[in-house]
Nanobody, 123 residues
Framework: VQLQASGGGLVQAGGSLGLSCAAS????????MGWFRQAPGKEREFVAT????????YYGDSVKGRFTISRDTAKNMVYLQMNSLKAEDTAVYYC?????????????????WGQGTQVTVSS
């Protein structure tokens, strides 16, 4: 599995930014795609996950209502739309993939990871 995240950058607090993740290397039917983030000196934090086949979504409490995860199965793409950004959203964002049956919010459940993209929110 190969995952390539893109779309990070610098944005002012209150602004919006969209991330993309190109997925390849296998059929993702039955898989779940996730976004995590890691700020300097902090542990990797669960952001959101989406089921590839049915689009079932789940969000971390810190982003609920502000971020939206989606996928385009025809293009093998996963997206994260981030609105109302805050300084505390600053982190490296990673896309990841896991098979069904594993805990969605745990980084250890995801055997496949992209390289990460930096998001910086200025206050």
């Amino acid at each position: 599995v190969q995952l390539q995240a893109s779309g990070g950058g610098l944005v002012q607090a209150g602004g919006s930014l969209g991330l993309s993740c190109a997925a390849s290397g296998r059929t993702f039917s039955g898989y779940f795609m996730g976004w995590f983030r890691q700020a300097p000196g902090k542990e990797r934090e669960f952001v959101a996950t989406i089921g590839w086949s049915y689009g079932t979504v789940y969000y971390g409490d810190s982003v609920k209502g502000r971020f939206t995860i989606s996928r385009d199965t025809a293009k093998n793409m996963v997206y994260l739309q981030m609105n109302s950004l805050k300084a505390e959203d600053t982190a490296v964002y990673y896309c990841a993939a896991r098979p069904a049956g594993l805990k969605a919010t745990m980084a250890e459940s995801y055997p496949s990871w992209g390289q990460g993209t930096q998001v910086t929110v200025s206050s």
